[in-house]
């Protein structure tokens, strides 16, 4: 999570994380802390259970994370995105970090530039973007289905019921 303004989105994206078995998480530049009010009402616990970091400087942290091999897959709307749905065409043999940006300004361009791909999530009504706790957590659940091939595994079929 690249300068994301609101608490409640980071909040938001933590639950998102956790119940896609998703971490770490990483915070940078002005991203509100887990410790924020906001955070945890969002977050509802998650923001004590999944492991997380922060950094000022959210272009250091993928540099380092690309030398350890990990794939970095920008969320955004930029020109050069492709679908979502074309990463089924796309060995994904690495770890892979989902990296989202600024709710207004998007993903950091020179963070955009070190991202291996970037995607896009396909909508058919005039706005072209989406909350971005929700594209978060459709991104998150796709990788999911693609790299295990079916949702999370340890599902409570009778809890997920009410």
Same mark, same amino acid.
């Given at each position: ?6 608490a409640?989105?980071v ?7 956790d ?13 509100p802390l ?5 955070v945890?009402?969002?977050a509802?616990g998650a923001?004590?259970?999944l492991?997380?970091?922060?950094t000022?400087n959210s272009?250091?942290?993928? $540099?380092?994370?690309k ?10 709307t ?5 679908s979502?749905?074309?990463?089924e065409?796309?060995?994904?043999s $690495?770890?892979v ?8 300004a998007g993903?950091?361009?020179g963070?955009q530039h070190?991202?291996d791909t970037?995607?896009?999530?396909p909508?058919?009504?005039y706005?072209r973007s ?13 990788l999911?289905y693609l ?7 340890d599902?409570d079929?009778?809890?997920?019921r009410?």
């Amino acid at each position: 999570m690249d300068n994301l303004r609101s608490a409640y989105n980071v909040g938001s994206i933590f639950r998102i994380a956790d119940a896609c078995g998703v971490s770490p998480l990483y915070l940078g530049g002005i991203t509100p802390l887990p410790t924020h009010p906001g955070v945890k009402k969002t977050a509802l616990g998650a923001e004590e259970t999944l492991p997380w970091s922060y950094t000022p400087n959210s272009v250091k942290l993928a $540099q380092t994370l690309k030398h350890e091999g990990y794939f970095l897959l920008g969320v955004e709307t930029a020109g050069n995105a492709r679908s979502l749905f074309d990463l089924e065409k796309i060995s994904l043999s $690495q770890p892979v970090t989902i990296v989202v940006g600024n709710e207004i300004a998007g993903i950091d361009p020179g963070l955009q530039h070190l991202c291996d791909t970037l995607v896009w999530i396909p909508m058919r009504g005039y706005k072209r973007s989406l909350n971005v706790a929700v594209a978060f957590g459709i991104v998150a659940y796709f990788l999911r289905y693609l790299t295990r091939g079916t949702l999370p595994e340890d599902i409570d079929e009778g809890s997920a019921r009410g």
